[in-house]
């Protein structure tokens, strides 16, 4: 186990001076807390935005710091992108780390037991930085954690035909019905 500071540099994201709504429009992507959570962050908004090193890059973790913690890694479709202030960057410290390993781990149900007692406010729920820092990641070899994560790919891919295969019964289910009350007229 090493601790998450050991392993990445942490930071918020960019706190801009106007609300991201009234930003003109341009092509960097930003990447609020709630967008954490999308499948697909295809549609995030897009700014005008000029400071290099504020842009996310591949293997970077978002988390969200308020509400739901939720953590996901930065992949190069992403960008060019830009995590707001309600997001904390996790970067890398060396390229060899495996940052998908470490947001599962934090996504896990172990890993939000270890956010949840790190978790401050009555209402909304924050994360602070220096709480952060000290959490302890498993830090297992790297073939381990490419063969968990060649798992996890497989029981997600599993999982979304199972989801398929529920909704096209259903629909089956649904099909019936009507037919049946098409027949009874």
């Known amino acids: 186990m090493m601790e998450l500071s050991q392993l990445f540099t ?18 960097v992507g930003v990447v609020q807390s709630g967008d954490i959570t999308s499948a697909n962050l295809a549609g995030i908004t897009r700014v005008m ?18 509400g739901k913690f939720v953590a996901r890694t930065v992949t190069p479709d992403l960008l060019p992108a830009v995590a707001a202030s309600s997001v904390i960057v996790l970067r890398p410290v060396s390229a060899d780390l495996n940052s998908r390993f470490v947001a599962r781990f934090l996504n896990s149900a172990r890993g939000q ?6 978790e401050s406010g009555s209402h909304i729920k924050t994360l602070r930085l220096s709480d952060l820092k000290s959490i302890k990641v498993p ?10 994560m060649k798992l996890h790919d497989n029981l997600t891919e599993q999982q979304k035909l199972l989801n398929l295969k ?4 259903k629909n089956i ?8 009350q098409g027949a009874a007229k």
């Open 139 to 148: 830090q297992p070899p790297v073939i381990e954690q490419q063969t968990v």
């Open 49 to 66: 935005f000029d400071k290099v090193d504020h842009l996310l890059r591949p293997g970077d973790i978002l988390l969200s710091s308020r």
């Open 166 to 169: 529920n909704q096209l019964l």
């Open 10 to 27: 942490i930071s918020t994201g960019y706190t801009f001076r106007d609300a991201i709504a009234r930003l003109d429009r341009g092509d």
């Open 113 to 118: 037991e270890v956010l949840s007692r790190l």
């Open 173 to 180: 289910d649904d099909n019936l019905i009507a037919k049946s």
